[in-house]
């Protein structure tokens, strides 16, 4: 036998490789509207499952060259905290993109978009605390 196959083999077939998993469950209605969403994964330092009103996964299709992307909410989701939401993914994703690509141009510019999103936001909840005064 060929000793540098054989010892390649033995020293991959020995590595451990480790498993990580994310689960989502979603409760629909009758219309497939969420209703509730639980999410665990084994990297998660909350112990249990837990309970969100959004997520957001967006996975890279390689091969087409686009994203796929699951958004679902709960139709009992406070529209402001929509709006927030939306705006800490893009501020997520800025940071991800400095550090996977070292773009900071681009990294940059998404920053700036979420300050103006950021900024009208509060506007509107300013907005809406004053007309729920009158």
Request: proline share 3%; aromatic share 6%.
């Amino acid at each position: 036998m060929f000793p540098n196959v054989s010892m390649w083999l033995q020293k991959h077939l020995t590595t451990t490789m480790r498993k990580s998993e994310i689960k989502f469950d979603v409760l629909l209605d009758e219309q497939s509207i969420p209703e509730q969403i639980h999410w665990t994964a084994t990297e998660n330092p909350n112990e249990g499952v837990e309970e969100t009103k959004a997520i957001y996964v967006g996975v890279w299709d390689h091969y087409h060259k686009g994203t796929l992307a699951l958004p679902l909410w709960t139709k009992d989701m406070d529209v402001m905290d929509m709006k927030r939401f939306a705006i800490e993914i893009v501020g997520s994703l800025s940071e991800t993109v400095v550090r996977a690509t070292g773009d900071g141009k681009m990294g940059s510019l998404m920053e700036e978009l979420c300050k103006t999103l950021t900024k009208n936001l509060q506007e509107e909840m300013k907005a809406a605390q004053q007309q729920q005064q009158q």
